[in-house]
């Protein structure tokens, strides 16, 4: 994904809290027989406040990406979609103003990971079904099962664990940024409405990015002593 300053996502708490709220990510990894992806579901490290993952994959995905052996690709997807032109305003305002754009956030995380052992895997295994389990009115914990004992020796057996420190990470907010605040409040609104193109979740993070924007030029501008006449 190539970066671009005005777009770019740095903020550990920021990332650590996409990873959280998508966790349904894309394992890419290049292997001697070629490109290979799998999907599966990650969570941020609970024991780390960097941008340590952990998750698993199921047997034989783990040979089949060599993992532990070779770089790991984890493609974090936020919510995105389609901005319309309309929203801008009049086309007389330029060129620029026809132009449609597909507004996303999104995060790549690349590193080798590190396999868990039979009990860390369990661990992690048991806090993945927490963390979706318990939004349930009865929630039902991965240990209670029937037979549980032979049914989690069979899932761990079935499941590779496996912890990823990224050694790079390239993580993007494309929000309409670059366009002026009346009009990033009217894509906000069209994105919110029952439209042609309703996107609650992408409404919610352009509001996010424009509240935390406005945050830091406040910041910014206190620390000058205020504006200048």
């Known amino acids: 994904m190539r970066q671009n300053p005005s777009f770019a ?6 990332l650590r809290r996409l990873i959280d709220r998508n966790p349904w990510v894309t394992l890419v990894s290049d292997t001697p027989d070629g490109l290979v992806a799998s999907h599966y579901a990650v969570m941020p490290d609970p024991a780390r406040d960097d941008l340590t993952i952990v998750g698993h994959v199921g047997k034989p995905d783990d040979l ?23 929203w801008y305003g009049s086309v007389s305002s330029g060129p620029v103003a026809s132009v449609p754009t597909w507004n996303f956030v999104s995060a790549h995380l690349s590193g080798v990971p590190e396999l868990l052992d039979t009990d860390e895997n369990l661990r992690v295994l048991d806090a993945l079904v927490e963390r979706f389990e318990s939004r349930m ?4 914990g991965m240990w209670q099962a029937p037979n549980d004992a032979v049914f989690i020796e069979r899932l761990e057996r079935g499941t590779v664990g496996f912890r990823l420190t990224p050694t790079r990470v390239v993580a993007k907010r494309k929000l309409s940024q670059n366009r002026p605040g009346d009009v990033v409040d009217t894509i906000i609104a069209e994105l919110s409405a029952d439209g042609a193109h309703p996107n609650p979740p992408l409404a919610a993070e352009m509001r996010r990015a424009r509240d935390a924007q406005i945050a830091a030029a406040a910041a910014v501008n206190g620390a000058n002593g205020g504006s200048q006449p």
């Open 64 to 86: 089949i990406h060599g993992l532990g052996e070779r770089e790991l690709l984890v493609v974090v997807q936020g919510p995105h979609g389609y901005i319309s032109p309309s």
């Open 137 to 140: 009115p009865e929630p039902r």
């Open 9 to 14: 996502m740095t903020d550990i708490g920021e």
